[in-house]
C-alpha cells in the first residue's frame, strides 16, 4: 500500500497562514495526500501562537513541527506541553516545554515524527543531532519514520540524510526558505530533500518585504521585519511510501500559487 506524505515549508506570517487555510485541503485532495506535516515557526512571522497553530491544523496539517524561533512567543509554552501535534526540535534544552517526537495513527498505523534542529551557523548550542537521533531511533517501533531537520548548512542537512538512509522513511531540510531541486531517493531507500522552500509572501526575501531586506544588508538601522504583501505560493514535497517496508518509491516537488499549482 501506497503512503503519501506531504511535507510543507516554512509558514511565513498572516498571509503565508492565510493562504494555506484556504488551498490545503483541495492540495491535498488533489494529490492524494495521507498525511501532511507542515513547519509553522514562522507563522507568527517569528514562533507561533497557540491561535495559529489551531489555525494550520484545522487547515489540514496533521503534525506541525518547529525550528530555532519555537519559544519566540512565550504564549506558546503550556500548547507546546499540551498539544501532542505540535513538535519542537528533539534536540533543545530538556528544559524547554514540549516534546520532539510524536506518534500518530493513519490509515497505515502509527507513523513517527522527529524534529530536529542543525548547529551550524545557529545563535545558540543544542544537543548533537546525529547523536540524538542515534538514540531516538532505538526506541522507535513504527515503520514509517519522518524526520523534519531544520538547519542552516546545506551540507549539515545532507550529512543527516546519509546518516539516516535506510533507518528512517524521508528526511527533509527545512529553515532556508529557498526550494532545493535535489529531492532524491537516497541509495537505502530514504526519500530527501534539502530544503522544502516556504508557503507565504511571492516578491519577498524569504517572507520578509523586499525594502526591508535590502536596507538590512546597505547598513542601515534594523527594523522589525514585515512580512510582505501580495501573493503566495505553497511550496513542498510529496513523499510516497511503501507502508509494508517503509522505503520511499518516489518524490515529488510542489510549488502551487493561487489556482495554478507547479510542480518541479
Known sequence: MEFRVLAVGDVCGSAGLQFLQRELRALKRANRVDFCVVNGENAAGVGITPRQAESLLDAGADVITLGNHSYQRKEI??????SRFILRPANDSPLYPGR?????DTKIGPVTVVNLIGRCSMSFGPDNPFLLAERLLKDVETTVTLVDFHAEATSEKLAMGYHLDGRVSAVWGTHTHVPTADDQILPKGTGYVTDLGMTGPIRSVL??????S???????LNTRYETAPGPCKLEGVIFTIEAKTGTCTQTERIRYHDTNPARG
Open 77 to 82: 509554552a503550556d500548547y507546546l506541553e499540551d
Open 214 to 220: 535590502i536596507a538590512t544588508f546597505r547598513g542601515g
Open 207 to 212: 517572507g520578509v518585504r523586499v525594502e526591508q
Open 100 to 104: 520532539g517526537l510524536g506518534v500518530y
